[in-house]
């Protein structure tokens, strides 16, 4: 207490002149309109200012919760979306759901880990078996298409990446309707390649890459990528392309399984048709 009390007397002067400044605006304050209106004005910047970082600081924290909501409503815009549903051949019938049989409805997810400089490369979502995730379900990201479950645990699901040379993606060029596989050989997280396009069709770069569909991994004419290189190799029977991916597997963020509502019909139906 002694040294609080030492500490006062030695900047006393200081405090005085505080003081004095405090009572001298304060006069002023009330003594004039002029001033007292500059001095709300001047408040009421600083308070907004004050306001505006905190409430920036609020949508900050809340980030997690908000990209957690989009990414839900935005699987909930994939579960609504025409290629989500089996087309109704009936041209006389313009809407009707009950003739229209859905094939495909997203789980979103979260990437918590992922590699894409290694030779075979995975990507681990917080979404399991207890989401309704399944092994061989495909994963497509905002842009494009991220891979196919591997294996998957109660809360956690290991996804075999677009960037793994086991991983053979049927696609077909979107302009042409020409088909192939879309494999990782360039070492270039960026890129892919196609293989099993002849040699008469014509490929040219920016032609635009989407999937086959129909294997119960992706939905037909889900994004891929465009064509970057097109050559046709002495002595090899198909072109060689170079596809640009749409998506970006060397960030995180999330993504979207999914699940094929008529896969376990179509199963069922190819395990009867080979025990006969």
Not at 30 to 41: D, E, K, Y
Not at 65 to 75: F, I, Q, S, Y
Not at 206 to 230: N, Q, R
Not at 252 to 269: I, T
């Amino acid at each position: 207490m002694r040294d609080l009390f030492r500490f006062l007397l030695r900047i006393r002067d200081t405090l005085l002149f505080i003081a004095l400044m405090v009572v001298a605006g304060l006069l002023l304050y009330s003594g004039s309109m002029h001033h007292r209106a500059i001095a709300i004005n001047s408040s009421n910047a600083v308070a907004g200012t004050f306001l505006t970082w905190r409430s920036q600081a609020a949508e900050y924290t809340s980030l997690r919760e908000v990209n957690a909501r989009l990414a839900a409503e935005n699987a909930d815009w994939r579960n609504r979306h025409s290629s989500a549903f089996a087309p109704n051949a009936d041209p006389l019938v313009r809407i009707n759901d009950s003739l229209h049989h859905q094939m495909y409805s997203c789980i979103p997810a979260k990437i918590v880990g992922s590699t894409w400089h290694k030779q075979r490369n995975y990507v681990t979502l917080d979404k399991g078996e207890s989401n309704g995730v399944r092994k061989g379900m495909g994963v497509i990201g905002p842009d494009g298409i991220v891979g196919v479950v591997h294996d998957v645990s109660a809360r956690f699901a290991s996804v075999i990446s677009v960037l793994n040379p086991e991983v053979k993606t049927s696609v077909k060029l979107k302009r042409t309707g020409n088909f192939g596989l879309l494999y990782w050989d360039t070492g270039d997280p960026a890129t892919a390649s196609m293989v099993d396009i002849p040699k008469h069709v014509r490929v040219a770069t920016g032609d635009t890459v989407v999937t086959m569909g129909g294997d119960g991994v992706y939905p037909t004419g889900a994004p891929v990528g465009v064509v970057a290189e097109v050559s046709s190799p002495p002595g090899r029977p198909d072109q060689a392309v170079v596809v640009r991916l749409f998506e970006d597997l060397t960030r995180s963020g999330y993504v979207y399984v999914v699940n094929d509502l008529q896969r376990a019909e179509r199963d069922s139906l190819q395990q009867r048709q080979e025990q006969e």
